[in-house]
């Protein structure tokens, strides 16, 4: 017998997730050949409470990883905040929780631009940047930033969609309609498609040390399923523990 779902999020048992755009089925054959990690387009919502696969991962990663604990006393930035996300944030005490996006949803979220960050360097203990890398114009300046307002010993959680058969990014001007991004890029606010080992690769250079953290060393093929996410989006996890020359 399958194994019944349920949301980590708001933990209720539920028939199944609703999938996004009609899932997987509906993806284009580019984005199936090129192997993207992201979301579980087949389990993507809760009809319960609502929330994306994505943000029911990152409630796994950070309660296995006792992450949520980390945040009592510390100054987190929150770039493009998921509600659930914000709330055990808050449950969790941070001396300052800045949250910010381009277009802010409510008045607790600052206009921020993720490639230019209002604050000092040194700033902030904690950075999450979850499923937002792939809309910005000029990620690699995003990732100065984020290395900028970092203290030194602070962590950025950068969760972005991501090919294992791809080399090199792959971006063409040319690709300027929603119906080529979500063609080629996968949805039509994306602006290219990362390659995994290149986007780790220019993290490094960026100056930050890697923590990818595999979903198999926490989770289960069993968890995966019951609880609705994609076990092959392993936690991207940079520390800043040097600057960059």
């Known amino acids: 017998?399958?194994?019944?779902?349920?949301?980590?999020?708001?933990?209720?048992?539920?028939?199944?997730?609703?999938?996004?755009?009609?899932?997987?089925?509906?993806?284009?054959?580019?984005?199936r050949n090129?192997?993207?990690?992201?979301?579980?387009?087949?389990?993507?919502?809760?009809?319960a409470c609502g929330n994306h696969d994505r943000v029911r991962h990152l409630f796994m990663y950070f309660d296995a990883l006792n992450l949520w604990q980390k945040m009592s006393g510390k100054k987190i930035?929150?770039?493009?905040?998921?509600?659930?996300?914000?709330?055990?944030?808050?449950?969790?005490?941070?001396?300052?929780?800045?949250r910010g996006d381009v277009?802010?949803?409510?008045?607790?979220?600052?206009?921020?631009d993720v490639s230019a960050i209002p604050y000092g360097d040194n700033h902030f203990d904690m950075i999450i940047c979850n499923h937002v890398l792939e809309h910005v114009d000029d990620y690699l300046k995003a990732f100065v930033e984020i290395h900028r307002v970092l203290k030194p010993t602070g962590f950025a959680i950068l969760q972005t969609p991501v090919s294992r058969l791809l080399k090199s990014h792959f971006e063409d001007?040319?690709?300027?309609?929603?119906?080529l991004r979500s063609y080629f890029y996968g949805a039509t606010t994306h602006l290219r498609l990362f390659s995994e080992a290149h986007f780790l690769n220019e993290l490094e250079e960026a100056g930050f040390a890697l923590e990818v953290i595999p979903?198999?060393?926490?989770?289960?093929?069993?968890?995966?399923?019951?609880?609705?996410?994609?076990k092959k989006e392993d936690l991207i996890m940079v520390h800043k523990l040097c600057v960059k020359q």
Not at 11 to 26: C, E, F, Q, S, V
Not at 103 to 112: A, G, L
């Open 34 to 47: 090129v192997d993207i990690i992201g979301s579980d387009v087949d389990n993507f919502k809760c009809p």
């Open 173 to 179: 001007a040319a690709i300027n309609t929603n119906e």
């Open 77 to 98: 930035l929150h770039i493009a905040p998921e509600d659930a996300i914000s709330s055990k944030v808050i449950e969790n005490h941070p001396s300052e929780y800045i």
């Open 215 to 230: 979903h198999s060393r926490l989770f289960t093929d069993s968890d995966a399923e019951v609880f609705g996410v994609n």
């Open 1 to 31: 017998m399958r194994n019944p779902k349920t949301c980590y999020v708001c933990k209720n048992n539920i028939t199944a997730y609703i999938p996004h755009l009609g899932g997987l089925k509906n993806v284009s054959e580019f984005i």
């Open 103 to 112: 277009e802010p949803r409510n008045d607790s979220t600052m206009i921020i």
